[in-house]
């Protein structure tokens, strides 16, 4: 099981960035996937995530209606965009996967069985 994710960098508040999260190694299509984020002495805060089939999507608080996840299954890609950014979300995004449902929603979605590496995110004030 692989999962890459790519597009973090450095904006300006109020900017915007792309997530990409590319998978491999499962069945794609069977996973929920998730978008989690560490920022520097936080808790980890799980923000989005995209059932099996787009049936269903979580978003935190935090980030509702200024985050959108979609998820490409002919390509195995999970996206996250992201707008509107604030200084307060700085931190390194990971994009997780598993096939239970009850992962896919709140602080669950950093216990998904399946994690990458991380982008880093830098917002500027």
């Known amino acids: 099981v692989q999962l890459v994710e790519s597009g973090g960098g450095v904006v300006q508040t109020g900017e915007s960035l792309r997530l990409s999260c590319a998978a491999s190694?499962?069945?794609?299509?069977?996973?929920?996937i998730g978008w989690f984020r560490q920022a520097p002495e936080k808790e980890r805060e799980g923000i989005s995530c995209?059932?099996?089939?787009?049936?269903?999507?979580y978003y935190a608080d935090s980030v509702k209606g200024r985050f959108t996840i979609s998820r490409d299954d002919a390509n195995d890609t999970v996206y996250l965009q992201m707008n509107n950014l604030r200084p307060e979300e700085t931190g390194v995004y990971y994009c997780?996967?598993?096939?239970?449902?009850?992962?896919?929603?709140?602080?669950?979605?950093?216990?998904?069985?399946?994690r990458g590496k991380g982008t880093l995110v830098t917002v500027s004030a």
């Open positions: 997780s996967a598993d096939w239970r449902n009850y992962y896919c929603s709140g602080s669950s979605v950093s216990e998904m069985a399946y």
């Open positions: 190694g499962f069945r794609f299509d069977d996973y929920n």
């Open positions: 995209i059932t099996s089939g787009s049936a269903a999507t």
